[in-house]
């Protein structure tokens, strides 16, 4: 499984008993990205299991509380827990002199390096790039900069088809790093032996987008084209709708659009507002747009289990 | 009942699923103030029913994240409440710039003012003062600039003797003042009836001291001389009493010396390491020193019941 999201938190505003507010882990092709990080998502990540150490990325879209109050308290937390390796913290400006301010006063000496990699751009953006995973920025629109994040696997190795390639003496062990980058075989012959006989196509790489908090913005459909999963936010129901001018909120139905005409897999939607105590209404709603929902809840685990490979 | 404290948290360190950081909600001769600012206290204000629109001032002893990281969540959920009542803040100096930072880079526009009365001072200081309650700094000792505090009661009236009065037809409504201050009063005829014979002694004034974090610190005891709640931090057991030096905390039996010495009426103990997974033993420690010990545990409330009248 290369896909795997745990919401720690799926409500607005104000945290409440039974209300967090935002906060994701991912973990995409072995890496592992705490998204936003609203008040008490380290006491989240401790009761939904989620490792400490395993993070070291955090991507904050905005600076609103719901957001991002949690953050100080988890690097206060890593650094009583000893932590030593780098910690990359993507957010829009301030996020340094805010955070560095607080650990000043609280004289929190934490041995562990921050890297801030602020955000000011309004266009999309490549932020973070390794050999298993790239993100970029999804410029949203909301009334603080805001941007959502798109996590791409890098497309995979093709996996070795060991059966037919004993066929061949002469296909070696140092030949297959070759092979798994799709090259053809040419046998001492002259022969070629087309790559698809040696290999296996790999899955697709996955994909998911974070897109909270934002009205509707529909250019943000070719950055998310054809991801795997959404997360958008559906702040309110249609019958509010005037809300979300004010607000720079979503609804349902238009969450949905957003997914029906990026084509995605799946839509997740969350960041209920506290007015709503039932949200299978929202569900409902998007569902006529576009089919594959879920609803976010706190502790629920998603997985993409798509497994259609790339190419054959 | 005059005195009345709930405990919202009174763990140190980091948040857990089941341990809180420090919070304590105190309800003293019809005011209410809210001590320490944990994360997560928001949520374990609406846990355990403290009324938001109730809290006017809010005292924070230092700018450690589990006594402080709340206080921003809270402050800005005042705000989407739509207060508009003045805030109270007492708190080291730096408290002032860095909610200010928080609010403004969050562009949280509470429409409610924020009086930020920021302490530096390294003596007992009365900071503030109505008709009802005083409350004064108690100077600590921990790793940052810390202050505990004292809640005290003013002297309460004396409570009108009704059936004694209407002996004397002379004594009317007008004079009733005069009698709860405790004067006497003079007949027509010279004669003088003595306050105490129209009057019932009120209750003593009930008081609370706040102390944590804290090493040791025997001369805070004049401060808190005769207290009749004493909150003082022990977050370890004597066993492991170096660590106090280092960490600047006290040992159970060193809460307990200091409630002895300053004749506290009861000593409750709290702000426990989170290497005790049983805390029963931080009582048994107390206990051989002093022997009206209780735990702080989450969500407790504690009354103060002695209902010793002031003077007869």
Same mark, same amino acid.
């Not at 996955?206 to 913005?217: E, I, L, P, Q, R």
């Not at 990026?262 to 949200?279: E, F, M, P, Q, T």
């Given at each position: 499984m290369s896909l795997k999201l745990t919401v720690l938190g799926c409500h607005s505003a104000t945290p409440r008993v039974n209300a967090h507010p935002t906060s994701q882990y991912l973990e995409i092709n072995n890496r592992h990205f705490l998204i936003d990080c609203g008040e008490g998502t380290q006491r989240q990540m401790r009761k939904y299991k989620v490792g400490f150490s395993k993070i070291n990325h955090i991507f904050i879209s905005h600076l609103h509380g719901d957001h991002f109050f949690g953050l100080i308290g988890l690097l206060s937390t890593f650094g009583i827990l000893n932590r030593e390796k780098d910690l990359h913290i993507f957010g829009p400006k301030g996020i340094k002199q805010v955070t560095e301010l607080q650990l000043k006063l609280s004289m929190s000496h934490v041995k562990y390096n921050i890297v801030f990699h602020e955000l000011t751009s309004h266009k999309s953006e490549l932020i973070f790039e390794d050999d298993k995973v790239a993100v970029y920025t999804i410029p949203l629109n909301h009334r603080v900069y805001t941007n959502g994040y798109l996590f791409k696997e890098k497309p995979k190795s093709r996996n070795l088809h060991i059966d037919n390639i004993k066929q061949y003496d002469e296909i070696e062990i140092c030949d297959y790093h070759n092979l798994k980058a799709g090259k053809d075989f040419m046998l001492s012959s002259g022969e070629?032996?087309?790559?698809?006989?040696?290999?296996? /196509?790999?899955?697709?790489?996955? @994909?998911?987008?974070?897109?909270? #908090?934002?009205?509707?913005?529909? #250019?943000?459909?070719?950055?998310?084209?054809?991801?795997?999963?959404?997360?958008?936010? !559906?702040?309110?129901?249609?019958?509010?709708?005037?809300?979300?001018?004010?607000?720079?909120? @979503?609804?349902?139905?238009?969450? !949905?659009?957003?997914?029906?005409? !990026? =084509?995605?897999?799946?839509?997740?939607?969350?960041?209920? @507002? @506290?007015?709503?105590?039932?949200?299978?209404?929202?569900?409902?709603?998007?569902?006529?747009?576009?089919? =594959?929902? #879920?609803? /976010?809840?706190?502790?629920?685990?998603?997985?993409?289990?798509?497994?259609?490979?790339?190419?054959?």
């Open positions: 070629i032996i087309a790559n698809e006989e040696l290999t296996i /196509a790999p899955e697709k790489p996955k @994909s998911f987008a974070f897109c909270s #908090d934002t009205m509707f913005k529909p #250019d943000i459909v070719p950055i998310i084209k054809d991801v795997d999963v959404l997360y958008h936010e !559906a702040t309110f129901l249609k019958e509010l709708e005037h809300l979300c001018e004010k607000t720079k909120h @979503s609804t349902a139905e238009q969450a !949905a659009t957003i997914a029906k005409n !990026a =084509n995605v897999g799946k839509l997740i939607i969350g960041h209920y @507002s @506290s007015r709503y105590s039932d949200v299978e209404c929202f569900k409902e709603e998007a569902q006529t747009v576009f089919e =594959n929902v #879920d609803l /976010a809840r706190v502790g629920e685990v998603y997985t993409c289990t798509t497994n259609i490979p790339a190419h054959v």
